[in-house]
């Protein structure tokens, strides 16, 4: 049942935008299904919002699907599966045309509200592309790690014993490496992605800045100083700039190598060029900002005082975003070797609790955009306990201005801890909560105030400064903007019914059954309209009225019809059949024909249709129902082509 249901929203999401061949390329995140789409007029949002299973909808620069956690990643794959891709690979062209304007045609300026960025906005969503595909794992393996770091501070401080807990920490710790120990890989083969080159040449760019295989013993020379490299010190930036070089140059490559070898002299190539130059290139001059940071630190350090921790708050942010706050480990065991306890390392620590009020700030704030407010609830709880990249790269760092916010409450936090000093940690570990039982000397209530004050720090500052004008726009509309598609599918001008009654006859011969038996809510909660399911018992369809063809879809599956009253009909042959493309469907009729009732439009393959395992119940529907004061349904179980089955009273 679960299968089924998973394949049903991703048959019916595909039906609503267009079918596959409207999209381009699809990803998924926590919550929603994110498709790239060619022709957004051929989206029918009304009906895309009303799928069962489907939370919501959000028109951005992809047109994501609120779908919800747990769900998502399976309804995600089932619908790459259906078009034979992997997620994220781009979709077979097709010169098809898909769903037309049976619904609605979406006002083409409606979307242009939110999907224009600026530049700057324009890299912060490449950034945030990299990487909220990774915040599942983010979240999973923060989480475990968390806890890891809980017991591990625990033991450290003599509250747990080590011979009943070493082991399973470590474990604990094995199963968080995972994801962070080897970040720049992802990072590598989701920037690869991004930029059009190969995902897995760009995980061997990740790879290569980790340094595995150099001999410790012999490790490579700096060019520019003869100084040992070290892994990592490009950081995350280096990866991603050298993986955009790599797409540049496996784009140029491909011109000009023949297809025969490009399998073969293309990623060699490639990975030569840019391997070298990001280990003495790129890597090296990212060492030369790492350096530079160092030394800006300890002068900040000699400053002292709330100045320092303010400075040392704000800045740490930055640090991580660029991947150089590993520096930072030699400096902090330097000190627990000479003082008993490093007393950076608290202040660092308020870096994360003013991300974690400004996510907060944002939680209130963009309320309504239920997608956002899942999105925070999961960064959230590792972020209270010192994972911090999950409210980077998935909550402020994409939005711009609560970054910088978020810093100003670090800076808080680090100002409250500096000013009223000596608070050290006795060993190194996470921020947040979890780092609060290696505080030394029992000074833990002065980093819990530091937490309280970055906590709040941030909240404010966010809540009245660090709010982006387009999010909380879009935020505030969010349920109103799908509210209104929903209850408005077409775009008519309304007129008075120039007839008292109107009549509508059957263009099937079969069971009649009412629309609430069907299974699907679009049809069974009267969204599109009021009328009458057939179950027909042959494959002719005829024309119900004198009047005109309004629109046929190109799978054939459907079809509308405008009465010479104005009654518009929709006749949709059973359920998902848009699955089909058109097989089992034969068309008589295209759009703005004449017809007279009784005329032959569709000629169907019911057998074909049960064979696939669909339903060929069909709804007849008055898509301008609200227009008349009652659609009233005759009152016959089994009906035959010609017979009367709707009363229209204007």
Request: glycine letters at 12%; aromatic letters at 6%.
């Amino acid at each position: 049942m679960a299968e089924e249901k998973i394949s049903r929203i991703a048959r019916e999401i595909y039906e609503q935008v267009g079918g596959t061949q409207n999209v381009s390329k699809l990803v998924h995140c926590m919550t929603r299904v994110r498709m790239s789409i060619i022709d957004e007029s051929k989206v029918n949002f009304d009906s895309l919002k009303a799928i069962e299973g489907v939370m919501g909808i959000v028109k951005d620069e992809t047109l994501q699907v609120v779908i919800g956690p747990g769900t998502v990643n399976k309804v995600a794959q089932e619908m790459v599966s259906i078009v034979g891709v992997r997620l994220g690979e781009s979709f077979p062209s097709s010169g098809e045309q898909s769903i037309d304007e049976l619904m609605a045609k979406t006002k083409a300026d409606a979307k242009e509200k939110y999907n224009k960025p600026s530049k700057f906005k324009a890299i912060l969503n490449t950034i945030s592309k990299i990487f909220v595909p990774l915040i599942p794992a983010f979240v999973g393996a923060g989480l475990i790690g968390g806890l890891a770091s809980v017991l591990g501070n625990l033991v450290t401080s003599g509250t747990l014993d080590a011979g009943t807990w070493l082991q399973f920490i470590t474990v604990l710790k094995i199963i968080q490496a995972g994801i962070f120990s080897y970040l720049a890989l992802y990072v590598g083969m989701n920037a690869a992605q991004e930029f059009g080159a190969t995902p897995a040449l760009g995980g061997v760019i990740g790879a290569v800045s980790l340094l595995t295989g150099m001999n410790p013993e012999a490790p490579l020379k700096n060019v520019f100083n003869g100084s040992a490299l070290a892994a990592g010190q490009g950081g995350i930036i280096g990866v991603i700039f050298a993986v955009w070089l790599l797409s540049i140059i496996e784009k140029q490559l491909r011109k000009v190598i023949p297809d025969s070898i490009d399998i073969i002299v293309t990623p060699t190539i490639a990975l030569l060029v840019i391997g070298f130059a990001e280990i003495f290139v790129i890597m090296p001059i990212a060492g030369v900002i790492s350096s530079s940071l160092v030394g800006a630190i300890n002068m900040v350090l000699q400053v002292g005082g709330g100045f320092s921790g303010f400075i040392l708050g704000a800045l740490f942010l930055p640090m991580v975003m660029f991947g150089l706050h590993q520096v930072l480990t030699p400096i902090h065991l330097e000190m627990i070797a000479k003082t008993g306890s490093t007393q950076l390392l608290p202040i660092l620590a308020m870096a994360g609790a003013g991300q974690v009020g400004a996510a907060i700030a944002l939680w209130i704030k963009l309320r309504k955009d239920k997608e956002f407010v899942e999105r925070v609830k999961g960064a959230l709880p590792v972020g209270i306990l010192g994972i911090g990249e999950p409210l980077i790269y998935g909550i402020t760092l994409p939005l711009g201005r609560p970054f910088v916010t978020a810093c100003i409450g670090g800076g808080i936090g680090g100002a409250i801890i500096g000013t009223l000093g000596h608070v050290g940690s006795i060993a190194i570990g996470p921020s947040g909560v979890a780092l609060l039982p290696l505080i030394a000397n029992g000074r833990w209530w002065i980093y819990l105030l530091g937490l309280l004050g970055a906590y709040i720090g941030g909240f404010i500052a966010t809540y009245l400064f660090g709010i982006p004008k387009d999010a909380k726009a879009k935020a505030d509309h969010y349920g109103e903007k799908v509210q209104m598609e929903t209850l408005q599918p077409t775009l008519r001008v309304v007129t008075t019914p120039n007839f008292t009654t109107s009549t509508i006859y059957s263009p099937l011969t079969g069971h009649a059954k009412d629309l609430s038996t069907i299974a699907d809510d679009v049809f069974s909660s009267g969204m599109l309209g009021q009328g009458i399911a057939i179950e027909p018992t042959d494959g002719q369809v005829l024309s119900p009225v004198d009047g005109v063809v309004t629109s046929v879809f190109p799978t054939k599956h459907a079809i509308g019809v405008t009465s010479d009253d104005g009654v518009e009909i929709l006749i949709h042959i059973g359920m998902d059949t848009v699955s089909l493309n058109g097989e089992g469907f034969e068309s008589f009729v295209k759009q703005n024909d004449r017809v007279h009732k009784g005329d032959l439009m569709l000629r169907v393959d019911l057998d074909k249709i049960k064979a696939a395992g669909l339903s060929v119940l069909t709804p007849i529907v008055v898509t301008n129902s609200s227009s008349y004061k009652a659609v009233k349904i005759a009152p016959n179980n089994q009906v035959s082509k010609g017979d009367l089955i709707l009363t229209i009273e204007s």
